[in-house]
Structure formats: C-alpha cells, structure tokens
C-alpha cells in the first residue's frame, strides 16, 4: 500500500535538513531465519559476509537492533551477492509491534558478484502482511537484510557501509518509547503525536 505523496515529500525533506548519520556496527549482526532455513554472519575487514540456506520464497539473512527509533529518513549501504538465479535482497525496518517496512520499488537483485552502492533508500511499505497501521505509529527496534530466492539456495551475501539516515532533533528521540505514536498530516505537513506532544518529521519538537 502506497503512502501519500505527501508523507514521502516529507521524508525526502528530513534527510537533507538537520539529520545525522548511524553507522551501523557489522559485529553487532543477528542471524535471522525462516522455518528450516539458516543463516551465518561473520565479519573480516570490515566487510559482513552472510552465508545463507533458503527454501522457495522463504528467508534468511541478518538484523542490526536499534534503540526504538522514532524517524529513519533513510538507508545506505552497499552489497553484493553471486546467486546463480534470482534472489532478491529485502531491506526493512521493523517496528516494536512486528511490522516489516520495506520499498516495493526497490527491486534489489543478488545476482552478481560486484559491489552495489544503494543511497537513501526509503522504506514506505509493508513487507508481506499489512499490519493494519500506518508506518511511524510504533518505534523501529531493527534494521533487516534478508535473502529471499525464487528456488531452494544455498549461498552468501555481503554488506558493508551500512548507515542510518535519522534526524538530529532532540524532542522526538526523548519522548517515551513505550507510548504509541500517532501520524497525522495537518495544514500539508506531517506531523507525529507522542506522549502528548507533536513533532514534526524532522524530530523537532512544536510548540
């Protein structure tokens, strides 16, 4: 389900205005799998290799947790993989209420053998099942890259410059993250509700 045009004008702005970056530690890696399928992170000059084992259309890959981000405007990274048949590399965010945040446009393929830089990559949809709210309602509490294979494969993955694009606002990141957070769009901008105060996409705080 596609957001509105305003919501992703409003996160392309974020992230050229008053943001920072997040340099994701590749040692802190978590192997991620789907049912009978496996998955193994290891790390050697700065370059996080991820062996893999899936089944048709199931999963496996590594998650990065983060500390309940309330905004992430968007994702570098670069990758490579040598799958002989189409696998596709899923990126998402995932929320403190288990819903995946990927791009349907994004169309990552891991079948071939050199780097691939991908910039300011901005989850705006649902991976597999709608979870009946709005992206931003719930805290991101993990960072995913998963290998998704058209057939039964067995092969490896690498990451390197993993980066979170956040805002550098000091309200939002201070509310409390166990208060569900709320979107709403009001005289053309976005704005988000928590813990009884409104901030804008940015993360700063309105008064």
């Given at each position: 389900?596609?957001?509105?045009?305003?919501?992703?004008?409003?996160?392309?702005?974020?992230?050229?205005?008053n943001?920072?970056?997040?340099?994701?530690?590749?040692?802190?890696?978590?192997?991620?799998?789907?049912?009978?399928?496996?998955a193994?992170?290891t790390?050697?000059?700065?370059?996080?290799?991820?062996?893999?084992?899936a089944?048709?259309?199931a999963?496996?890959?590594?998650?990065?947790?983060?500390?309940?981000?309330?905004?992430?405007?968007?994702?570098d990274?670069?990758y490579?993989?040598?799958t002989?048949?189409?696998?596709?590399?899923?990126?998402y965010l995932?929320?403190?209420?288990?819903?995946?945040?990927h791009?349907?446009?994004?169309?990552?393929?891991?079948?071939?053998?050199?780097?691939?830089?991908?910039?300011?990559?901005?989850?705006?949809?649902?991976?597999?099942?709608?979870?009946?709210?709005?992206?931003?309602?719930?805290?991101?509490v993990?960072l995913?890259?998963?290998?998704?294979?058209?057939?039964?494969?067995?092969?490896?993955?690498?990451?390197?410059n993993?980066?979170?694009?956040v805002?550098?606002?000091?309200?939002?990141?201070?509310?409390?993250?166990?208060?569900?957070?709320?979107?709403?769009?009001?005289?053309?901008?976005?704005?988000?509700?928590r813990?009884?105060?409104?901030?804008?996409?940015?993360?700063?705080?309105?008064?």
């Amino acid at each position: 389900m596609k957001k509105s045009i305003l919501f992703v004008a409003a996160m392309f702005a974020a992230f050229t205005v008053n943001a920072r970056v997040i340099n994701m530690d590749l040692t802190s890696a978590s192997a991620i799998a789907y049912d009978n399928c496996s998955a193994t992170p290891t790390v050697t000059d700065g370059v996080l290799n991820v062996t893999w084992t899936a089944s048709s259309w199931a999963w496996a890959g590594v998650e990065f947790a983060l500390d309940n981000l309330a905004v992430v405007n968007s994702i570098d990274f670069d990758y490579k993989g040598e799958t002989p048949e189409w696998t596709s590399l899923l990126v998402y965010l995932l929320d403190s209420e288990g819903g995946k945040w990927h791009n349907n446009d994004a169309d990552l393929s891991m079948s071939a053998a050199d780097w691939t830089t991908i910039a300011d990559l901005i989850p705006v949809d649902y991976l597999w099942s709608d979870p009946g709210y709005t992206m931003g309602t719930y805290p991101f509490v993990a960072l995913g890259f998963i290998a998704n294979p058209m057939n039964e494969s067995s092969n490896t993955f690498s990451l390197r410059n993993v980066i979170l694009n956040v805002p550098d606002g000091t309200g939002l990141e201070n509310a409390r993250s166990d208060v569900k957070a709320q979107k709403i769009i009001r005289d053309g901008q976005v704005l988000i509700i928590r813990d009884g105060r409104t901030f804008n996409a940015l993360g700063a705080e309105m008064k």
